[in-house]
C-alpha cells in the first residue's frame, strides 16, 4: 500500500455526488483502485444546507458562482448572472442541487471541486 493510501485510510474524506454522474462514478473507480476510504453522500438524497455548502465552498476557495453548472435548465429558473449576490446563488444551489457542479471532495479543513478527478488526490 502506497503512502499516500496509509495516510487517507486515517482522514475523513467525503464525496459529495450524484451517483448517476459520469464523473463521480469514474472518481469512485478511481478511489477504489487506491483504496482510498471515504463516505458518499449524495446530495440530491441528503441535501445541503446554505451553511454547509457555504463552508464547503469556503474551504475549497471556490466563489458559488465558479461552480455553477451554467447549461442546466435549472440555472435559467433560478434568474443567477455573476453579479448575483453570493447568498443568493447559494440559495438557488440549494434549491436547485442540479445546478451545482460535482463531485467535491472534503478533507477536514479543505475542500475541492474534483474536475478533473485527479484533483482530488492533491488534497489526501
Do not use: H, W
Not at 447559494?90 to 463531485?103: D, E, L, N, T
Not at 478533507?107 to 482530488?120: F, H, T
Amino acid at each position: 500500500m502506497s503512502m499516500n493510501a496509509q495516510a487517507s485510510n486515517k482522514m475523513n474524506i467525503t464525496v459529495y455526488e450524484k451517483p448517476t454522474c459520469t464523473t463521480c462514478r469514474k472518481l469512485n473507480k478511481l478511489f477504489e483502485e487506491k483504496g482510498i476510504d471515504r463516505k458518499r453522500v449524495n446530495y440530491f438524497i441528503e441535501p445541503f444546507t446554505e451553511q454547509k455548502l457555504s463552508k464547503l465552498l469556503k474551504k475549497a476557495g471556490l466563489r458559488p458562482f465558479d461552480v455553477l453548472r451554467r447549461n442546466e435548465p435549472e440555472f435559467k429558473l433560478a434568474g443567477l448572472d455573476k453579479d448575483s449576490p453570493d447568498k443568493e446563488i447559494i440559495a438557488a444551489m440549494v434549491k436547485y442541487p442540479s445546478i451545482i457542479q460535482r463531485p467535491i471532495v472534503e478533507v477536514g479543513d479543505r475542500a475541492v471541486l474534483a474536475r478533473p478527478i485527479e484533483k482530488a488526490l492533491e488534497i489526501l
